[in-house]
C-alpha cells in the first residue's frame, strides 16, 4: 500500500514538472478516460491510475497566472490613479515599504483579481487593509537573463509592478475588528518595541528571527550571512518552527503533560505564531515541515517521515504548482528536509557513535543535522547564489545552539518591556546573544576556504551531483537490507 502511494506521488510530480515545459489543453480528458478505464479493467488498475494522476497533475500545472490576463492589457499605458487596498502586510526595508496590493472599485472590474507589487517610500506608513490612492504606471515584471522575475512573481499570485508610485493618499479601512488587522497591528507593536530598545544591527536581526521582516537586516549583513551559510536564519524557517514547537514542548512536559499529548497545542500555539508573522508562505510551509519533522518524532523513527514529507509537497504543488520551478524556498526547505531524513541515520552513526559525554554527543548530533541538510542543499545554492558556503554545518551548529536561550530572552523583555517602561537592561542578554550571532557570522565569512563561488554551476551539474547523491543513498539502502537479511 505505502509503495502504491509513493509511486501515485511521484507521478503527480512528473506531471507537475512536464506541464512547465509542455502544455496539451485537453490532458483533463485524457484523465477522465484512464480514471474509468482504471475502474472498469482491474488487471492493470494500479497503471491507469497511475497514469491518470499524471495527467492530473499535469493539467493542474498547466493553469496560467490569472492576473496577466487581466493585468496585460494596461502594461505600456502612461501613469494613471489607481485605487488600492493593501493585501498583505508590508514589509519594511531600510530605504522604502515592500507592499502587495490588491485592486479596489471603481476598477477592480478592470484589473480582475490580479495583485501588483509596488516600492513605495518610508513614508506615510502604509498598514494591512488601507486603502491607497496611487499614481504610477503598471508593468510586467522583467525576465532577466538568469531570472525569470515575472514567473517568481506570478508563482505568488502577482501579475505587474506598479512603477514610479505616488502616494495620493491613505484611507483607514472602517472594518477594523477584523483579525488579521489586529494580529498586524500588534506586530508593528512589536517592532516599534524591538527597534526602540535594541541598536542595529541587532534590532534588525531580532525582527527578521522572531517576526519574519527579511529586509530589516543591515543591507551588508547579507553578503556576511550568506558567506558563513546562514542566510535562512533570518527567514521564518523549518528550523524556526521547529525550535519554536520544541521549546512548548518541553514547557507542557515541565507542567507534567505527556509529551505526545504536548505535540497537538504545541502545533496551535505554532499556527498562531505563523498567523503574528503575517501568515507568509513561507511560515507556512515551515509549520508544515515542522510538523513532519515531529510526526517522525512521535512514530521514533526518521525513515517514517518520508510519506508525509512527499504528501506535504503534493498538497502545495496543487495549491500552487509553480513553487517547484520559480520558489526558490520550497525548493531548499524539501531538500534539507530530505537530506535529514536520508543522511542523518548515517552521519549520526558515525560522529555520535563513539561519543561518550552528553555534552558532545549533542555538539555532533547537531553536527550530523546540519551536515545532512547542506549536503542536499549545496548544489542548489551554487547555481541560484552563484557560491556555496563550506563552512555552513559548522556555523549552524554554532548558530543554533543559542537559539533557545535567544527566543526566550526576546520573549520575556518583549513581556516585561510592558511593565518596565524604559528599562533597557531587561534587553541585555538578548543583545548579548544576537551580538554573538553577528559576530559568528562576521568571523564565518572571512575564515579561509569558508565561501566557494561557482559561477560556471549549471543546471546540468546539479542533474549529476542529485543523480549521484541518489544512487549513494539507495546503494547505501540496499547494503544496510542484505545485512539485516542476514542476521
Known amino acids: 500500500m505505502a509503495a502504491s502511494i509513493f509511486l501515485y506521488l511521484l507521478a503527480f510530480f512528473a506531471g507537475v514538472i512536464s506541464a512547465s515545459f509542455y502544455s496539451w489543453p485537453p490532458i483533463i480528458w485524457v484523465f477522465f478516460i484512464l480514471l474509468i478505464i482504471s475502474f472498469c479493467w482491474r488487471r492493470r488498475r494500479y497503471l491507469f491510475l497511475i497514469a491518470a494522476i499524471f495527467c492530473l497533475g499535469f493539467w493542474r500545472s498547466s493553469f496560467l497566472p490569472a492576473a496577466d490576463r487581466f493585468l496585460s492589457s494596461y502594461f505600456g499605458r502612461p501613469a494613471a490613479d489607481w485605487s488600492f487596498q493593501v493585501c498583505t502586510d508590508p514589509e519594511p526595508a531600510w530605504d522604502k515599504q515592500i507592499v502587495i496590493l490588491c485592486p479596489l472599485d471603481p476598477f ?124 535562512h536564519l533570518v527567514a521564518i524557517s523549518g528550523g524556526h518552527i521547529t525550535l519554536f514547537l520544541s521549546l512548548i514542548i518541553n514547557l507542557f512536559i515541565y507542567f507534567g503533560v505527556n509529551k505526545r499529548r504536548a505535540l497537538w497545542p504545541a502545533l496551535i500555539l505554532a499556527g498562531v505564531y505563523v498567523v503574528i508573522t503575517g501568515v507568509q508562505a513561507s511560515a507556512c510551509r515551515s509549520l508544515l515541515m515542522g510538523g513532519i519533522i515531529l510526526y517522525a518524532w512521535w512514530r521514533g523513527r526518521l525513515s517514517s517521515a518520508w510519506g508525509p514529507l512527499l504528501l506535504a509537497a503534493a498538497v502545495m504543488l496543487w495549491q500552487n504548482p509553480g513553487l517547484w520551478r520559480y520558489d526558490l524556498g520550497f525548493q531548499l526547505s524539501f531538500l534539507a528536509l530530505a537530506g535529514i531524513i536520508a543522511f542523518y541515520p548515517l552521519f549520526n552513526n558515525l560522529f555520535v557513535g563513539g561519543q561518550r559525554f552528553y555534552y558532545l554527543q549533542s555538539l555532533s548530533s547537531a553536527f550530523s543535522l546540519s551536515l545532512s541538510a547542506q549536503l542536499a542543499v549545496w548544489p542548489l545554492l551554487a547555481w541560484k547564489s552563484g557560491g556555496v558556503s563550506l563552512i555552513s554545518p559548522l556555523t549552524n551548529v554554532f548558530a543554533f545552539g543559542v537559539f533557545s536561550p535567544l527566543f526566550i530572552s526576546l520573549l520575556l523583555a518583549l513581556s516585561f518591556n510592558v511593565i518596565f517602561v524604559g528599562a533597557h537592561f531587561i534587553w541585555w542578554p538578548a543583545n548579548l546573544l544576537l551580538d554573538y550571532l553577528l559576530a559568528l557570522a562576521r568571523l564565518a565569512s572571512i575564515a579561509p576556504g569558508a565561501y566557494f563561488e561557482t559561477p560556471n554551476f549549471g543546471c546540468f551539474h546539479v542533474f549529476i551531483y542529485y543523480i549521484f547523491l541518489i544512487l549513494f543513498w539507495a546503494g547505501r539502502r540496499i547494503i544496510l537490507r542484505r545485512k539485516n537479511l542476514r542476521k
Do not use: M
Open 108 to 231: 477592480s472590474h478592470r484589473l480582475g483579481s490580479g495583485r501588483i507589487l509596488v516600492n513605495l517610500p518610508l513614508y506615510p506608513r502604509v498598514y494591512y487593509s488601507d486603502n491607497l490612492l496611487i499614481h504610477c504606471r503598471l508593468e510586467k515584471p522583467p525576465v532577466f537573463t538568469d531570472f525569470d522575475y515575472a514567473a517568481f512573481l506570478a508563482a505568488r499570485g502577482i501579475g505587474a509592478v506598479c512603477s514610479w508610485p505616488k502616494v495620493l493618499s491613505v484611507t483607514k479601512n472602517q472594518s477594523q475588528g477584523d483579525i488579521f488587522n489586529k494580529l498586524f497591528l500588534f506586530k508593528r507593536e512589536i517592532l516599534k518595541r524591538i527597534n526602540k530598545s535594541l541598536p542595529e544591527p541587532a534590532s534588525g536581526l531580532a525582527s527578521a528571527l522572531l517576526l519574519g521582516y527579511k529586509k530589516t537586516l543591515f543591507p551588508a549583513e547579507n553578503s556576511i550571512w550568506q558567506k558563513a551559510g546562514l542566510s
